[in-house]
């Protein structure tokens, strides 16, 4: 009994381990913040996200957007430019209104000129990224 305990215990102390390693190694935050700054002249900044898709195949956020307002999102990684990370906006009724991949070129950043207020949902996916870790900031003009 005694040894199934200590197992039990081993095994849980290296999966803890495992997984802050696997933190430490994307830190989403300086990526995010290191996104501000590169925002186009002209734009406000509003949110910063974290992109740390190391165990998923895509990370969303929503914001509402208002119509008659321009919004970019740019995005950061630690590889050569967007490093795979591909940022897409969707309307409320999940219909794709702008991304980051066109012609299988990755741009940095995208604008989106608003034409109805309502929910917009962010979407991060990987295509072939070294890593899945980035960051990425949302900023908007009138």
Request: charged fraction near 20%; charge should be neutral; proline fraction near 2%.
């Amino acid at each position: 009994m005694k040894s199934i305990l200590f197992l039990l215990l081993l095994v849980s102390s290296l999966a803890i381990n495992a997984n802050e390693q696997a933190e430490e190694q994307c830190n989403a935050d300086n990526l995010a913040n290191a996104c501000i700054p590169k925002l186009s002249s002209g734009f406000n900044f509003l949110k910063s996200y974290k992109v740390n898709g190391e165990a998923k195949d895509k990370v969303e956020y929503s914001y509402v957007f208002t119509k008659g307002t321009q919004y970019m999102i740019n995005v950061c990684s630690n590889g050569s430019a967007t490093d795979g990370i591909v940022v897409s906006i969707f309307d409320k009724e999940r219909n794709r209104v702008a991304t980051s991949k066109i012609n299988g070129q990755f741009i940095t950043a995208i604008a989106y000129p608003c034409n109805a207020t309502g929910i917009y949902y962010i979407q991060y996916t990987f295509d072939e990224p070294s890593a899945h870790c980035g960051g990425s900031a949302l900023g908007f003009k009138r």
